[in-house]
């Protein structure tokens, strides 16, 4: 199972709403946050979103306990936990923050699952406020204007694909809802499996733009139906990988092709 890797985003990925305007709401700074909104970058209002908060009296404190209380998409903890106990590796890579996304899996008993957390730094300073600060310089390059200028995710991906092939691992299933997933969506190759949630931006985007994506697409809705598709690839994964091992006094045998099939999930036809 070594050879598989499953990559979360998080917000509405993990968690079923968007966790920077969860404390900003939970902590009652939504007009102040509004009227800033249109004169910066998303990454730079957090970060001054914090230092609002902080003039405020709010403290990291508090915003731990907002976050701990954070609606989490249902069946999605079972699935981390049972791809986890399955041997895959499992990563993070997400538009929010370090401190958000530590503290709710910290939370939740999942940290542990994860081997590696891809998202904005996020710390607090020698004066007790929350500090964000973007991923990738603002100028990371990438041509997709779904991209964020504070991180390119299809960078990140490309990062990932080069340590896998050193570490011989093939086979990798992303899952995510954002616009922001467009680009590492694009970067999946054959082998792999794109997990888009149904009706959010990333399945508009991959709708739109099929034909520029390699991987097999299997969209969900719900965490029940994220749990499902996710365990069935991951069982059709492994048989395919243990086509020709046997238990059976050391003679190998090969599994029949069709159980294969039969154990993926059928690709969700998108709609044109």
Same mark, same amino acid.
């Given at each position: 199972?070594?050879?598989?890797?499953?990559?979360?985003?998080?917000?509405?990925?993990?968690?079923?709403?968007?966790?920077?305007?969860?404390?900003?709401?939970?902590?009652?700074?939504?007009?102040?946050?509004?009227?800033?909104?249109?004169?910066?970058?998303?990454?730079?209002?957090?970060?001054?979103?914090?230092?609002?908060?902080?003039?405020?009296?709010?403290?990291?404190?508090?915003?731990?306990?907002?976050?701990?209380?954070?609606?989490?998409?249902?069946?999605?903890?079972?699935?981390?936990?049972?791809?986890?106990?399955?041997?895959?590796?499992?990563?993070?890579?997400?538009?929010?923050?370090?401190?958000?996304? @530590?503290?709710?899996?910290?939370? /939740?008993? !999942?940290?542990?699952?994860? &081997?590696?957390?891809?998202?904005?730094?996020?710390? +607090? =300073?020698?004066?007790?406020?929350?500090?964000?600060?973007?991923?990738?310089?603002?100028?990371?390059?990438?041509?997709?204007?779904?991209?964020?200028?504070?991180?390119?995710?299809?960078?990140?991906?490309?990062?990932?694909?080069?340590?896998?092939?050193?570490?011989?691992?093939?086979?990798?299933?992303?899952?995510?809802?954002?616009?922001?997933?467009?680009?590492?969506?694009?970067?999946?190759?054959?082998?792999?499996?794109?997990?888009?949630?149904?009706?959010?931006?990333?399945?508009?985007?991959?709708?739109?733009?099929?034909?520029?994506?390699?991987?097999?697409?299997?969209?969900?809705?719900?965490?029940? @139906?994220?749990?499902?598709?996710? /365990?069935? !690839?991951?069982?059709?994964? &492994?048989?395919?990988?243990?086509?020709?091992?046997? +238990? =059976?006094?050391?003679?190998?045998?090969?599994?029949?092709?069709?159980?294969?099939?039969?154990?993926?999930?059928?690709?969700?036809?998108?709609?044109?």
């Amino acid at each position: 199972m070594a050879g598989i890797v499953v990559v979360f985003d998080f917000d509405k990925t993990i968690i079923d709403l968007d966790s920077d305007n969860w404390v900003i709401d939970e902590l009652g700074a939504s007009d102040l946050f509004n009227r800033l909104l249109p004169t910066m970058p998303w990454n730079s209002l957090m970060d001054r979103m914090m230092k609002e908060l902080h003039d405020q009296g709010k403290t990291f404190e508090d915003i731990e306990q907002v976050l701990k209380r954070v609606p989490v998409i249902p069946r999605v903890v079972p699935a981390i936990k049972a791809a986890y106990a399955l041997g895959c590796d499992l990563r993070i890579v997400s538009d929010a923050n370090v401190f958000y996304i @530590e503290t709710i899996l910290k939370h /939740l008993g !999942i940290y542990d699952c994860f &081997t590696e957390i891809n998202t904005n730094p996020g710390y +607090v =300073d020698e004066q007790g406020k929350l500090r964000i600060l973007p991923h990738h310089d603002f100028h990371h390059g990438c041509s997709f204007n779904t991209c964020p200028p504070n991180m390119c995710k299809g960078l990140v991906i490309e990062r990932i694909q080069a340590s896998l092939a050193k570490e011989g691992k093939k086979r990798m299933i992303y899952l995510g809802d954002g616009a922001g997933d467009f680009c590492p969506s694009l970067k999946m190759k054959e082998q792999d499996f794109v997990m888009p949630r149904k009706d959010f931006p990333v399945w508009k985007l991959i709708n739109e733009n099929r034909h520029l994506i390699r991987a097999r697409i299997h969209g969900w809705s719900d965490g029940e @139906e994220q749990q499902h598709i996710l /365990l069935q !690839i991951i069982k059709a994964i &492994t048989i395919e990988e243990n086509q020709f091992l046997s +238990v =059976d006094c050391c003679k190998f045998q090969k599994i029949p092709i069709n159980t294969v099939h039969e154990a993926l999930p059928k690709a969700l036809p998108l709609p044109y």
